[in-house]
């Protein structure tokens, strides 16, 4: 009995674990089938074409798709769903912007965010979903008005006990950041006594303050904590939260005045409740875990598995065993 109640509690376990995995990796599979919420805006809304000048009209003519850069690792706003789809907040709105002009977007995804910037400036991207302003940024892009603003966090190794940080407090400290992202750019700006430490991408930063190579990272909360999840890193604390002064809009290259109208036009059709149906709909998704982490889930699932297969099998030859010997038992009873 002793075996059979260690095997009925593995079980248990076994089945809590599996809930807790799914819960963490396919949180989709528990979820109720959330609407379409850009399909559902976009039954109320009709193409701007007809609102176009002619300037606009010649202009879209000449220019049948138009190149757009994204950040890949910007969770909630800009990624890439396990088919390689352009998702997010950003990616959302390119949905509505194509649909209301039927404009064609050709997606360009690189490797980090720096390059993404370097191509706009050679003029190979012709515009940005998701992107905030700065003054540097400002020399070479036109911003529409933003749709949705993220704070920022500040986070250091969980050896650093304090608590309330501001950049004020960072002053001679070594601040990890994403090279050319809005808090390197609003950093360097605004206080020049801290050290920059740039980083090809938010995990990279992360892991530079978990190495010791910077005191601190900044970045926004969202995207921070979507890393902690995904990279599993959870060697860091939050300390403190910046506003962003700026929040996050579509963005076109200055010379080009004709697609910055026809966008702007368009972003102006999409009401304020609309625009906080697409932001919530991804700010109250749950996220699912990084490889990493599904990785390790596997290990140990199938790992006790094993063992409990291994348990149960003992368990019935131990009650075969027994029943044996009972009618062996029985046997000599009988012949005696």
């Known amino acids: 009995m002793r ?10 376990i076994l089945c809590v674990e599996v809930y807790l995995g799914v819960q963490s990796f396919y949180p989709q599979a528990l979820q109720q089938e959330q609407a379409d919420v850009v399909q559902s805006i976009l039954e109320n809304k009709k193409t701007i074409v007809d ?6 009209l010649a202009w879209l003519a000449q220019n ?7 950040d890949a690792n910007f969770y909630p706003l800009e990624t890439f769903n396990e088919r390689g789809q352009y998702t997010g907040i950003g990616g959302d709105y390119l949905r509505l912007l194509s649909s209301m002009t039927g404009m064609d977007f050709a997606v360009q995804r690189q490797q980090d965010w720096a390059t993404v910037e370097e191509l706009a400036q050679l003029k190979r991207i012709d515009l940005f979903m998701a992107l905030a302003k700065t003054e540097r940024r ?25 608590s309330n940080l501001t950049l004020d407090d960072l002053k001679g400290k070594k601040l990890a950041v994403v090279k050319n ?4 750019d609003y950093v360097a700006a605004n206080y020049p006594d801290i050290v920059l430490v740039p980083a090809r991408d938010t995990i990279s930063a992360m892991q530079m303050v978990t190495n010791g190579e910077a005191d601190a990272v900044i970045d926004y909360e969202f995207n921070l904590n979507e890393k902690i999840q995904v990279a599993g890193i959870y060697q860091l604390h939050t300390v403190g939260q910046i506003p ?3 929040g996050h809009s579509v963005a076109v290259r200055t010379d080009l005045p004709e697609l910055f109208s026809i966008m702007d036009k368009a972003l102006a059709q999409i009401t304020p409740e609309e625009r906080k149906s697409i932001a919530d709909s991804w700010l109250n998704k749950a996220k699912p875990a990084g490889n990493e982490r599904r990785l390790q889930w596997y290990f140990f699932f199938f790992t006790q598995a094993v ?4 348990l149960l099998i003992s368990f019935v ?10 009618k062996a038992k029985e046997i000599r009873a009988h012949m005696a």
């Open 317 to 326: 030859k131990s009650l075969a065993r027994k029943a044996a010997i009972a």
């Open 3 to 12: 075996v059979l109640g260690t095997v009925i509690l593995g079980l248990i």
């Open 181 to 184: 992202y809005y808090w390197d």
């Open 51 to 56: 609102e176009l000048s002619e300037q606009e």
């Open 138 to 162: 400002e020399e070479y892009l036109s911003f529409a008005e933003p749709y949705v603003n993220l704070p920022g966090m500040i986070m250091v190794p969980r050896t650093n006990t304090a």
């Open 244 to 246: 962003s002064e700026f």
């Open 307 to 310: 063992l409990l297969i291994l």
């Open 64 to 70: 049948k798709v138009i190149q757009v850069g994204v």
